[in-house]
């Protein structure tokens, strides 16, 4: 299969308020992978992709996300879907052809926590080599906070204005 053919399908357990840690891919073909995609997003017990369901599924618990990635022409081409741990494995497996055991091993917390280390010092690394990413994200912090200070007085000063009414 080439490059050009072929896609990358994934699992990242998304953990509540911890973000994405990738715990199996492999190789497929952009077929296969748009059809296991297709049949996984059907699944009943796949959470909406919105905002409101993803937010009441942190809360309850971490959740299994599998998907695809490949490049079509000059684009990159990716979705995923996401389940709640408690019935991620089983339709995963399913959907996807990962083994049970394979999922289960990767979710082990030594494992989660080797995978956790490497990609924080992954991006240690990275932030160390680019300082400049650093410093234009504090700017952009620095601006936000500015946004978010006056939305709070000007909001301030409306409500003032509603109360001596």
């Given at each position: 299969?080439?490059?050009?053919?072929?896609?990358?399908?994934?699992?990242?357990?998304?953990?509540?308020?911890?973000?994405?840690?990738?715990i199996?891919?492999?190789?497929?073909?952009?077929?296969?992978?748009?059809?296991?995609?297709?049949?996984?997003?059907?699944?009943?017990?796949?959470?909406?992709?919105?905002?409101?369901?993803?937010?009441?599924?942190?809360?309850?618990?971490?959740?299994?996300?599998?998907?695809?990635?490949?490049?079509?022409?000059?684009?990159?081409?990716?979705?995923?879907?996401?389940?709640?741990?408690?019935?991620?494995?089983?339709?995963?497996?399913?959907?996807?052809?990962?083994?049970?055991?394979?999922?289960?091993?990767?979710?082990?917390?030594?494992?989660?926590?080797?995978?956790?280390?490497?990609?924080?010092?992954?991006?240690?690394?990275?932030?160390?080599?680019?300082?400049?990413?650093?410093?234009?994200?504090?700017?952009?912090?620095?601006?936000?906070?500015?946004?978010?200070?006056?939305?709070?007085?000007?909001?301030?000063?409306?409500?003032?204005?509603e109360?001596?009414?």
């Amino acid at each position: 299969m080439s490059k050009l053919d072929g896609a990358t399908v994934y699992v990242e357990l998304e953990r509540a308020g911890g973000g994405r840690i990738e715990i199996y891919s492999r190789e497929a073909t952009k077929e296969e992978a748009l059809r296991m995609f297709d049949s996984a997003s059907n699944d009943r017990r796949a959470i909406e992709d919105d905002l409101a369901s993803r937010l009441a599924a942190e809360v309850k618990g971490d959740l299994l996300c599998s998907g695809y990635f490949f490049v079509d022409g000059d684009k990159d081409a990716h979705e995923d879907v996401a389940f709640p741990i408690s019935h991620a494995v089983a339709a995963i497996s399913e959907h996807f052809g990962i083994e049970v055991e394979t999922l289960e091993r990767a979710l082990e917390p030594a494992n989660i926590a080797a995978l956790t280390s490497l990609k924080e010092a992954e991006l240690a690394a990275f932030c160390k080599d680019h300082p400049e990413i650093m410093a234009s994200a504090e700017a952009a912090g620095e601006r936000h906070r500015a946004v978010q200070a006056a939305l709070a007085e000007e909001l301030a000063h409306e409500l003032e204005g509603e109360v001596k009414h």
